[in-house]
């Protein structure tokens, strides 16, 4: 028998995901997915943005930097709703196993390329996070990453345009981003059904997960991304009243890790605070690794509201 290596599995699984038909990506990718392109599998939405009726240019060139402004050589002008999603692809996969990905689904879909780069040819990561893109979540090495612009419909301006853009940071994890641009009008509003899902999971099972956070110190994020998504679902339903528990395993004495936790938890609360959550719907706990769950990533630490 001849021995597979995991990334000849890898590959090989990807190649079935790619050739799958677009009915078959809408069952396995989640009810919450835009209609008008499906999630990499396995991939998790970190945040949801929508901008009713904007000006929104197009990039069609790589980046440059000139007289101090960044600007792209090509771009369209367009004017429409925005639909912004940002995904975390598991680290299974790589950031060009994402970008074939969705150039398979771009073709399958009879979707028209209007440009497409990768690495250093797309010019710094940097100009597209914080100039293009404004999501410092983006930044990363720029032999990382991956943009392709699309339209639904060949020639025709007034068509869905969609930019991607795929980066792999420098801590190794992946974010595929989508905007998306319907000149016409939204046809679904994402974040509104991702709010209401995420509600509806809360009044269900009386406990959400929240997706998204991470932090580098107990009073420092990895990202903010997951943050301003929590802050979105509270604001949904202001008389939401929950307590903001913080779950931390490790080597440390139970002790620690229970201050450690419910020092997390009120720097959060107090993070919310500030983007305009009334405290007194917020009640920090922190429990260190005493409610163990495996039923997600990373159960060991995590943050979860819980209906009060």
């Keep these: 028998m001849i021995e597979q290596s995991p990334s000849m599995i890898r590959l090989l699984a990807l190649c079935l995901l790619v050739l799958l038909p677009t009915s078959v990506w809408a069952q396995a990718s989640s009810a919450n997915d835009h209609p008008l392109l499906a999630r990499f599998p396995d991939s998790e939405i970190i945040s949801v943005e929508f901008e009713q009726d904007a000006i929104y240019r197009l990039v069609l060139s790589g980046l440059q930097r000139t007289r101090g402004l960044v600007a792209p050589e090509e771009s369209q002008r367009l004017r429409g709703?925005?639909?912004?999603?940002?995904?975390?692809?598991?680290?299974?996969?790589?950031?060009?196993?994402?970008?074939?990905?969705?150039?398979?689904?771009?073709e399958s879909k009879g979707y028209s390329e209007l440009f497409s780069c990768s690495g250093r040819a797309c010019g710094s990561s940097n100009y597209w996070a914080n100039d293009i893109f404004r999501n410092r979540i983006l930044y990363g090495p720029e032999r990382n990453q991956y943009?392709?612009?699309m339209r639904t419909e060949a020639g025709a301006e007034d068509s869905p345009s969609i930019a991607l853009y795929i980066i792999t940071r420098g801590n190794r994890r992946i974010y595929a981003y989508l905007?998306?641009?319907?000149?016409?009008?939204?046809?679904?509003?994402?974040?509104?059904?991702?709010?209401?899902?995420?509600?509806?999971?809360?009044?269900?099972?009386?406990?959400?997960?929240?997706?998204?956070?991470?932090?580098?110190?107990?009073?420092?994020?990895?990202?903010?991304?997951?943050?301003?998504?929590?802050?979105?679902?509270?604001?949904?339903?202001?008389s939401l009243q929950v307590y903001l528990v913080a779950h931390l395993a490790g080597e440390e004495s139970l002790a620690v890790l229970q201050e450690r936790s419910l020092r997390r938890a009120q720097y959060l609360r107090q993070r919310l605070i500030a983007m305009g959550i009334d405290g007194e719907r917020l009640n920090a706990q922190g429990v260190g690794p005493l409610a163990p769950s495996c039923a997600v990533t990373d159960c060991a630490n995590r943050v979860e509201l819980v209906l009060r």
């Design 179 to 238: 905007e998306i641009v319907e000149v016409g009008g939204a046809q679904t509003r994402l974040d509104l059904l991702d709010a209401n899902k995420l509600l509806s999971d809360l009044h269900l099972n009386g406990v959400i997960v929240v997706s998204g956070i991470s932090f580098v110190s107990d009073d420092v994020l990895n990202e903010d991304a997951g943050l301003l998504a929590l802050a979105d679902l509270l604001s949904s339903d202001p």
């Design 81 to 106: 709703d925005v639909t912004k999603i940002v995904y975390e692809i598991s680290q299974e996969f790589s950031g060009e196993d994402a970008y074939q990905f969705f150039r398979e689904q771009m």
């Design 147 to 149: 943009y392709l612009a």
